[in-house]
T-cell receptor, first 111, second 113 residues
Framework: NAGVTQTPKFRVLKTGQSMTLLCAQD?????MYWYRQDPGMGLRLIHY???????AKGEVPDGYNVSRLKKQNFLLGLESAAPSQTSVYFC??????????FGPGTRLTVL | AQSVTQPDIHITVSEGASLELRCNYS??????LFWYVQSPGQGLQLLLK??????LVQGIKGFEAEFKRSQSSFNLRKPSVHWSDAAEYFC???????????FGTGTLLAVQP
């Protein structure tokens, strides 16, 4: 099993450009999450999903959109990237009891 | 509101010395508690978890943690640190039916030879 995978691993955008980050899990988990990690701030939840076709806002949702069209995939979109969105993005999935499994991360730089 | 506090931003220990990383949480009900480790440039790996029962839990890589309800703490310990333990450590509390986690801001561990 690959666990949780993220595509791409690195990306550089210019301000105003758009992009989509893809997260895939092969553990048949119901719950999926997108976090951003910034120095000194730990991980902050952007959006999450409790099942196929559902999404909900987390702590820092502004500027991001998500979709969960298939149970195994969770997409994070930036419609108009801003320098404040420079960060490392992690996807995670969870089956039971809050235990979350994390992907390797995507390092995004917005110039 | 739920929260997690890791009061130590950065800790340096000598190889072979013991280690204790502190974690305090705020949660209204019985918490699910976790410690994750992140090596540079990597994702987060689960070290150990507490759901219920024995308050001393064992994890991978020789780590253990003790849940103390009276102190709202879940401190991580290791009797003898190895150079490969240098990483950032995150404490987290499980929040509600959606399986969301609330993370602390992390403790960066450096290991001196």
């Amino acid at each position: 099993n690959a666990g949780v995978t993220q595509t791409p691993k690195f990306r550089v955008l210019k301000t105003g450009q758009s992009m989509t980050l893809l997260c895939a899990q092969d553990m048949n988990h119901e719950y999926m999450y997108w976090y951003r990690q910034d120095p000194g701030m730990g991980l902050r939840l952007i959006h999450y999903s409790v099942g196929e076709g559902t999404t909900a806002k987390g702590e820092v949702p502004d500027g991001y959109n998500v979709s969960r069209l298939k149970k195994q995939n969770f997409l994070l979109g930036l419609e108009s990237a801003a320098p404040s969105q420079t960060s490392v993005y992690f996807c995670a999935s969870s089956g039971i009891r809050n235990e979350q499994f994390f992907g390797p991360g995507t390092r995004l730089t917005v110039l | 509101a739920q929260s997690v506090t890791q009061p130590d931003i950065h800790i340096t220990v000598s190889e072979g010395a013991s280690l204790e990383l502190r974690c305090n949480y705020s949660y209204g009900a019985t918490p699910y508690l976790f410690w994750y480790v992140q090596s540079p440039g990597q994702g987060l790996q689960l070290l150990l978890k507490y759901f219920s029962g024995d308050t001393l839990v064992q994890g991978i890589k020789g780590f253990e943690a003790e849940f103390k309800r009276s102190q709202s703490s879940f401190n991580l310990r290791k009797p003898s640190v190895h150079w490969s333990d240098a990483a950032e450590y995150f404490c987290a509390v499980g929040a509600g039916a959606t399986n969301k986690l609330i993370f602390g801001t992390g403790t960066l561990l450096a290991v001196q030879p």
